[in-house]
């Protein structure tokens, strides 16, 4: 079984460009979340689909980012635009839903997006 | 206050030695708690789920959770160089809800 995938690994820009960062969750994962880390600070939560729906978006820092997650596949991060402070690591993780006392989020590689 | 505390370390033990990693929490609501293993420019890899209060055992690594005290532990025995990574512990009050990470401790076990 194939695992999270994130594209791209890295991602240098410019403050004000913008970035689009992408994620495919394991095949059959109904959950999807984003998550940041910045340096030198812990994993934060960004938000959480369920399908193509937002579960739960208070995580996102500002409407400078957006998240969509069409026909409840891959998702998309947009950043538009960036800032300085948007520099960190971007994580996606993705879990199978499960009624019971369960919850394993498996996590991709991340992007390291740099922003200059 | 950060809701979960985590000593970023580092920490450097022998090969052979056994690891104490732990984290403090402050919202009781939690039920669920992971640790996760990352090596360097990777993403973090689950190691072992406890839900509520108790032991786990997976081999090597064992994970405790103390609710009273709002304390959780991982125990590495016999710890080997291929175990030096960062240790993230995580929770979370539902079982599909947004994790709360630890800062994670460096770990690194020499030959």
């Known amino acids: 079984e194939a695992g999270v995938t994130q594209f791209p690994s890295h991602s240098v820009i410019e403050k004000g460009q913008t970035v689009t960062l992408r994620c495919d969750p394991i095949?059959?994962?109904?959950?999807l979340y984003w998550y940041r880390r910045v340096m030198g600070k812990e994993i934060k939560f960004l938000l959480h689909?369920?399908?193509?729906?937002?579960?739960?978006e208070s995580g996102m820092p500002n409407n400078r980012f957006l998240a969509e997650r069409t026909g409840g596949t891959y998702s998309t991060l947009k950043v538009q635009p960036a800032e300085l402070e948007d520099s960190g690591v971007y994580f996606c993780?993705?879990?199978?839903?499960?009624?019971?006392?369960?919850?394993?989020?498996?996590f991709g590689p991340g992007t390291r997006l740099t922003v200059t | 206050q950060k809701e979960v505390e985590q000593d970023p370390g580092p920490l450097s033990v022998p090969e052979g030695a056994i690891v104490s990693l732990n984290c403090t929490y402050s919202n009781s609501a939690f039920q669920y708690f992971m640790w996760y293993r990352q090596y360097s420019r990777k993403g973090p890899e689950l190691l072992m789920y406890t839900y509520s209060s108790g032991n786990k055992e997976d081999g090597r690594f064992t994970a405790q959770v103390d609710k009273s005290s709002k304390y959780i532990s991982l125990f590495i025995r016999d710890s080997q160089p291929s175990d030096s990574a960062t240790y993230l512990c995580a929770m979370t009050p539902s079982n599909t809800g947004k994790l709360i990470f630890g800062q994670g401790t460096t770990l690194q076990v020499k030959p």
């Open positions: 993780a993705s879990s199978r839903f499960n009624p019971g006392p369960t919850h394993e989020q498996y």
């Open positions: 689909f369920v399908k193509e729906s937002k579960q739960d």
């Open positions: 095949s059959g994962h109904d959950n």
